[in-house]
T-cell receptor, first 112, second 113 residues
Framework: GENVEQHPSTLSVQEGDSAVIKCTYSDSASNYFPWYKQELGKGPQLIIDIRSNVGEKKDQRIAVTLNKTAKHFSLHITETQPEDSAVYFCAAGDFGNEKLTFGTGTRLTIIP | DTAVSQTPKYLVTQMGNDKSIKCEQNLGHDTMYWYKQDSKKFLKIMFSYNNKELIINETVPNRFSPKSPDKAHLNLHINSLELGDSAVYFC????????????FGEGSWLTVV
């Protein structure tokens, strides 16, 4: 089955700086890679996703890059703001399959 | 108008008891899930249903029994609760199998004492 590793487990960034979270996956058949944000006391919420037919996707301050050869993908948050503080999860799966495997999460803290 | 709602939000119960968590989605989705998040924040799928049919049953003790009376509801019943069952349980739904946004509920915090 799929195995997703996520690093770092915690990340503190000065407000306004950039944050990068990295994930690797094991199953070369995986072709769908979403990122979820979980705020305190809430359920995870999708913030961005990417499919294997593209190498990069951007949505305002958030971008995701994918390297299929190396089987890793990353989340980039630029110009970080206090409201970016949360736990972020990457996930990998087969688009069209019902099962996503989640990474272990990264607790991001933005320092004002 | 919450998209995925689950009740109760908090549940404290004694070992050996039986409890249920209810979930409803008003998004018109065909697929519903139960996820478990442990104290280390690991998020793992337990079950998924598509149109009331069980699709995924991960290695979950058979003390856990999901029930889907219709495609908008997926309830989770847990028998003979154990200390290790303490976790946050998330209900979720999506439009199709995988590859589409999974919408999570706010979670049910279960504590077994």
């Amino acid at each position: 089955g799929e195995n997703v590793e996520q690093h770092p487990s915690t990340l503190s960034v000065q407000e306004g700086d950039s944050a990068v979270i990295k994930c690797t996956y094991s199953d070369s058949a995986s072709n769908y890679f979403p990122w979820y944000k979980q705020e305190l006391g809430k359920g995870p919420q999708l913030i961005i996703d990417i499919r294997s037919n593209v190498g990069e996707k951007k949505d305002q301050r958030i971008a995701v890059t994918l390297n299929k050869t190396a089987k890793h993908f990353s989340l980039h948050i630029t110009e970080t703001q206090p409201e970016d503080s949360a736990v972020y999860f990457c996930a990998a799966g087969d688009f069209g399959n019902e099962k996503l495997t989640f990474g272990t999460g990264t607790r991001l803290t933005i320092i004002p | 108008d919450t998209a995925v709602s689950q009740t109760p939000k908090y549940l404290v119960t004694q070992m050996g008891n039986d409890k249920s968590i209810k979930c409803e989605q008003n998004l018109g989705h065909d697929t519903m899930y139960w996820y478990k998040q442990d104290s280390k924040k690991f998020l793992k799928i337990m079950f998924s249903y598509n149109n009331k049919e069980l699709i995924i049953n991960e290695t979950v003790p058979n003390r856990f029994s999901p029930k889907s009376p219709d495609k908008a509801h997926l309830n989770l019943h847990i028998n003979s609760l154990e200390l290790g069952d303490s976790a946050v349980y998330f209900c979720a739904s999506s439009q199709l199998y995988g590859g589409n946004t999974i919408y999570f509920g706010e979670g049910s915090w279960l504590t077994v004492v």
